[in-house]
């Protein structure tokens, strides 16, 4: 649980720490976009759903349901990494715990999520993240190998 618990703190310090240099220190809010390499550039951007943009909540009732739902999960995600054993479960759980939390005080105290990584390629264009959301995702990565466990922990579940 010490690991999990560690990297929480740890994604949730670096979350915030970006979110506020990128809004005071860089105040990209009153710049353009940085280029930081032909793929990647720094642009503001306040997301106001959930992942990847879905579900725009521009009122106030839909930004406080968004609050207590984030709130529930990542109280659920606490309860787990509590229970949990093994250690890269608690890795993934503590990661996107961290996330979580981060992007929860940015809905509190901002009424959006602070997005400002933006990846792209040619046409392609991906979605502006945060520091919150790729430990979201790296925190269910490393959840996916848990989940093809038999319950015994016999090893992978056949096909």
């Known amino acids: 649980m010490r690991l999990g618990v560690a990297l929480a703190l740890l994604t949730l310090v670096l ?5 506020l240099w990128v809004l005071f220190g860089a105040r990209l ?10 793929f990647l550039d720094l642009t503001l951007v ?10 725009q909540m521009s009122d106030a009732a839909g ?16 309860v787990w990494l509590a229970r949990t ?5 608690a890795a993934g759980l503590g990661l996107i715990v961290g996330g979580a939390a981060g992007n929860l005080i940015d809905r ?3 009424g959006a999520v602070v997005d400002f990584v933006h990846f792209h390629v040619g046409d392609f ?11 979201i ?5 490393l959840l996916l190998p848990d989940s093809f466990r038999r319950p015994g922990g016999e090893g992978a579940a056949p096909h």
Do not use: C, H
């Not at 054993?85 to 479960?89: A, E, G, V, W």
């Open 15 to 19: 979350d915030q720490a970006s979110k």
């Open 46 to 55: 306040w997301n106001r759903g959930i992942s990847y943009g879905l579900f």
């Open 63 to 78: 930004r406080w349901l968004l609050v207590g739902l984030t709130a529930l999960a990542t109280l659920a995600m606490g």
């Open 137 to 141: 995702v790296a925190g269910v990565l």
């Open 125 to 135: 264009s991906w979605y502006v993240f945060n520091v919150a959301d790729a430990a």
């Open 108 to 110: 509190v105290w901002w």
């Open 29 to 38: 809010g009153e710049a353009p976009p940085v280029a930081v390499t032909p």
């Open 85 to 89: 054993r093994d250690l890269m479960t």
